[in-house]
């Protein structure tokens, strides 16, 4: 057994040689730690004792599609891409408390009816884990519980009890005797995972891990921990908010453009099949600065509020935040709006804040940033039943975005009774029942036409 140091950047997961200031992968600064690798003698043997499997030609390879199952839960098995798949690995990670334990418990309920589910807990005992699921009322008699961080005897009782579906949490707390590094450590972390994922694809066993994330909001653990897995959620939301918001930053198996929307209640997470019935509660009406804008996030158009508060500063630089919507944007927005709009707003504090969590990442919502900024500088506020859908160019034109259409339908069946769009690029775009569509060349037109 021989045993070496190596440097570790606990940013990104980099190996160096030797210890340095700067992570040259990532840049980050005062990241790089030591670890004691150990490394076993001879040829290296599988974690989970199987043996090696022999390679086929692909024509003999079986083509059917993947198998998938439903969670019982409609919106994790949209952010999976329509359910999970057997003989995946899913990485599950969120900030601690957010509902991780939560939501991979509340599934048992539903899946424990036709298949056996292990639930292993490096964080809980068996009888703290039957007094959460009592709370959640989870009950089946093909559920299992096993409060253990050794992973050899975790696959030991994998072997013996033949399960569907193996649930780890987390990923941090479990190791491997072989591996000398404590437990949390990125060898640990990396070859619990390899050893995980054999398990997976070598006996078409489903495994959910649950992974911690660092103060950055990255899972914690090496980057490559993310590239071995098929599949990985994010679990966002607010310590003050009873929202969850669930999207995919992977998947082997499906888009990652999907999200999930759940509410944390006492009985566990519900679902929100309408996010913008959600995102729209508790909109002020008459107040100027607000104005609603679609987004689609995968194949779902969400409305989103966009509040924006534009006021004179009194010091030589004025100060821009946003919160929602990317900065840089934001700021190109104020210059056309300056140099197009006919607004003088180069000497004004603008913030920009996108309600309920969403971040509104495509252009799409510049028209109703730049309304909700005009609104806000001229103190007056846009009719509560208009909402604004076009990207915004340099020149102050505005132009057509994709899946207008569905856009619409959805602003209608929420009740909006008037929309902004481009004038370019929609003449095939039919208006929906109750709607009155108002094509507009640029952001002039379309300010004044709204103030």
Same mark, same amino acid.
């Given at each position: 057994m021989k045993s070496k140091s190596v440097f570790y950047c606990t940013s990104c997961g980099n190996e160096t040689p030797r210890w340095q200031g700067q992570c040259p992968a990532c840049g980050a600064w005062n990241t790089i730690t030591e670890y004691e690798e150990t490394k076993m003698p001879g040829k290296r043997q599988s974690a989970t004792g199987n043996a090696p499997r022999r390679a086929k030609p692909l024509r003999e390879v079986e083509s059917g599609e993947e198998i998938r199952f439903s969670t019982g839960l409609g919106e994790l098995d949209r952010v999976l891409g329509?359910?999970?798949?057997?003989?995946?690995?899913?990485?599950?990670?969120?900030?601690?408390?957010?509902?991780?334990?939560?939501?991979?418990?509340?599934?048992?309920?539903?899946?424990?009816?036709?298949?056996?589910?292990?639930?292993?807990? $490096?964080?809980? /005992?068996?009888?703290?884990?039957?007094?959460? %699921?009592?709370?959640?009322?989870?009950?089946?008699? !093909? =559920?299992? &519980?096993?409060?253990?961080?050794?992973?050899?005897?975790?696959?030991?009782?994998?072997?013996?009890?033949?399960?569907?579906?193996?649930?780890?949490?987390?990923?941090?707390?479990?190791?491997?005797?072989?591996?000398?590094?404590?437990? $949390?450590?990125? /060898?640990?972390?990396?070859?619990?995972?390899? %050893?995980?994922?054999?398990?997976?694809?070598?006996? !078409? =066993?489903? &495994?959910?891990?649950?992974?911690?994330?660092?103060?950055?909001?990255?899972?914690?653990?090496?980057?490559?921990?993310?590239?071995?897995?098929?599949?990985?959620?994010?679990?966002?939301?607010?310590?003050?908010?009873?929202?969850?918001?669930?999207?995919?930053?992977?998947?082997?198996?499906?888009?990652?453009?999907?999200?999930?929307?759940?509410?944390?209640?006492?009985?566990?997470?519900?679902?929100?099949?309408?996010?913008?019935?959600?995102?729209?509660?508790?909109?002020?009406?008459?107040?100027?600065?607000?104005?609603?804008?679609?987004?689609?996030?995968?194949?779902?158009?969400?409305?989103?509020?966009?509040q924006a508060l534009v006021a004179r500063t009194s010091f030589n630089v004025p100060r821009r935040t946003t919160e929602g919507f990317d900065f840089n944007r934001a700021n190109l927005l104020l210059a056309v709006i300056e140099k197009r709009g006919g607004l003088n707003i180069g000497m004004c504090d603008a913030y920009i804040n996108v309600i309920g969590g969403l971040q509104l990442d495509e252009p799409a919502a510049d028209l109703a940033v730049v309304l909700a900024i005009a609104s806000s500088h001229r103190d007056k506020p846009i009719d509560a039943g208009t909402t604004a859908i076009g990207e915004v160019g340099l020149t102050g034109e505005v132009r057509a975005v994709t899946a207008l259409q569905q856009r619409l339908s959805e602003a209608a069946r929420i009740g909006f009774t008037r929309c902004i769009i481009p004038r370019s690029g929609t003449q095939h775009i039919q208006s929906p029942d109750g709607m009155e569509l108002v094509r507009v060349r640029n952001i002039r037109e379309a300010i004044e036409i709204t103030l």
């Open positions: 329509g359910g999970g798949v057997k003989g995946s690995l899913v990485l599950v990670g969120g900030a601690p408390g957010i509902g991780k334990s939560t939501l991979l418990l509340q599934i048992c309920a539903f899946l424990g009816r036709t298949q056996k589910i292990l639930y292993v807990s $490096g964080e809980e /005992s068996e009888r703290q884990l039957k007094l959460r %699921a009592d709370r959640l009322r989870v009950q089946s008699d !093909n =559920l299992f &519980v096993l409060s253990e961080t050794d992973l050899s005897s975790v696959i030991e009782t994998v072997n013996e009890l033949s399960p569907d579906i193996l649930i780890a949490d987390s990923i941090q707390t479990l190791f491997l005797p072989q591996n000398t590094s404590a437990p $949390g450590s990125i /060898s640990q972390v990396k070859e619990c995972t390899l %050893a995980l994922m054999q398990l997976a694809k070598g006996g !078409n =066993l489903t &495994v959910f891990v649950v992974g911690h994330v660092n103060k950055e909001g990255a899972i914690a653990g090496p980057k490559v921990l993310e590239h071995m897995v098929d599949c990985v959620l994010y679990f966002e939301g607010e310590q003050a908010s009873c929202y969850r918001i669930l999207r995919a930053a992977k998947n082997r198996f499906g888009s990652t453009n999907e999200i999930g929307v759940f509410e944390m209640a006492g009985e566990g997470l519900l679902e929100v099949p309408n996010p913008s019935q959600m995102l729209l509660s508790g909109r002020p009406k008459g107040a100027p600065g607000t104005c609603v804008a679609c987004a689609m996030e995968g194949t779902r158009p969400v409305l989103a509020e966009v």
